[in-house]
């Protein structure tokens, strides 16, 4: 099925359609944030490509120039660009998704002075302002304009307005067919595991779009046609940090649960909204990234955060809520205990996991945790 080769595909850095795409002379810029749009490179005629921590067996190189007491998701990144992983990227924009991800375009920089060739050879800071304003979404615009004038110069390429028009149409259809799986992983009559859907969303962002917009079309008359019941399993919903690790939904759901939806960034917050196709499309795009308020980095939207929260675990007749966040993520892990109280408040359980990013030396106990949390639920 369509649905083992996306497996495939969350599963590794380089995957084949990266490396088919480097075999045909194309360039493949990384990325850090979804608040950095993929709409531009893909203009320019590159692939946009997330960078991700997977696959990490050290931290030699993250613990040199971070330290041990910061979030292990960005310290995972300068590890395998250190370990020349990501030596395949052609460029790199950096988001300030947060401070320790602001550091990493500050570390990836101190690193390749002693790590010789590490750092790609296009490299940018993408300032995201932290609120939405008239004057911050202006300021956001300008941003957009000095990505592009420097990948225009960088490539000796044009991103032209038509181009972006274009690049609008192919992300939007994307999204729709997101939200269209996301409906079916949220039926009771098509079991789709969280493992699974994790797949999906991570190879959207890890193989040029219209392949993956032709690979999920497949996927979606599949399921259609093999579906599959969810029977006797508790049905989960997952928030809070990054989570770009299927081995981690394999850890909950071998608990005897199904997380059947999310409000993650790797998952239902990167495809819940459109960009719009008509006007500037600089600007549109600017609009739609900037609006996009479902991170607690961005400063108050708290209750509109929690009411998305809210409607998806309702959409989704959801029997829990896991709240998880990577140690030492101060945005998620503060949040994730408003969160927590709003929702029991409303009669949903919560369970608030801290963990670690990278290898899952604490499977043990997560998956006490986690079984304990179902036991509360069936006593419910």
């Keep these: 099925m369509v649905i083992d080769e996306f497996k495939t ?30 709409e531009i490179i893909y203009a320019a005629g590159m692939l946009p490509f997330r960078l991700r921590g997977i696959g990490v067996s050290s931290l030699s190189i993250g613990d040199t120039f971070y330290g041990p007491v910061i979030c292990s998701f960005p310290k995972c990144v300068l590890q395998l660009a250190g370990d020349g992983v990501y030596k395949f990227l052609d460029g790199a924009v950096i988001v300030p998704g947060c401070d320790s991800m602001r550091r990493l375009y500050e570390n990836w920089r101190r690193a390749n002075d002693e790590y010789h060739d590490i750092l790609p050879g296009f490299f940018h800071y993408y300032s995201v302002p932290h609120k939405v304003s008239e004057y ?12 592009i004038k420097h990948i225009e110069e960088h490539f000796s390429v044009k991103i032209t307005d038509d181009n972006l028009r274009h690049a609008i149409k192919v992300y939007n259809e994307g ?60 049905r989960l919903m997952l928030t809070g940090s990054i989570n770009d690790d299927p081995d981690f939904l394999r850890v909950i759901e071998d608990c005897g649960a199904t997380v059947v939806t999310d409000a993650l960034c790797y998952g239902s917050r990167s495809y819940v909204d459109l960009v719009e196709e008509d006007g500037d499309p600089v600007f549109s795009i600017a609009k ?7 991170c607690p980095r961005m400063f108050g939207y708290y209750k509109e955060r929690l009411k998305f929260i809210e409607e998806k675990a309702k959409e989704a007749r959801v029997d829990g809520i896991i709240l998880q966040n990577i140690r030492f993520c101060d945005l998620h892990g503060s949040e994730n205990g408003l969160v927590e109280r709003a929702m029991e408040a409303r009669g949903i359980p919560c369970m608030r996991i801290e963990r670690e990013y ?11 945790r986690i079984e304990a949390f179902l036991e509360r639920i069936s006593k419910k």
């Excluded at 490396?19 to 979804?34: A, L």
């Excluded at 739609?288 to 479902?294: E, G, P």
């Excluded at 990278?358 to 006490?368: A, D, F, I, N, T």
């Design 9 to 38: 595909i969350a599963n590794t850095i380089v995957n084949s359609h990266v490396k088919k795409w480097k075999e045909n002379g194309k360039p493949v810029i990384g990325y850090s944030c979804t608040f950095m749009p993929e």
């Design 358 to 368: 990278g290898p899952l030396v604490e499977s043990g106990r997560l998956k006490m």
């Design 136 to 147: 911050s979404l202006q300021w956001f615009v300008d941003e957009t304009k000095n990505l």
């Design 175 to 234: 999204r729709i067919l997101l939200k269209s799986f996301d409906t079916m992983r949220m039926s009771e009559n098509n079991y789709i595991s969280g493992e699974d859907a994790l797949a999906v969303i991570i190879s959207s962002v890890a193989m040029p779009r219209d392949d993956f917009n032709s690979m999920l079309k497949e996927a979606l008359v599949e399921l259609e046609n093999h579906k599959k019941p969810l029977k006797g399993k508790k």
């Design 288 to 294: 739609r990234y900037l609006n996009r308020s479902y």
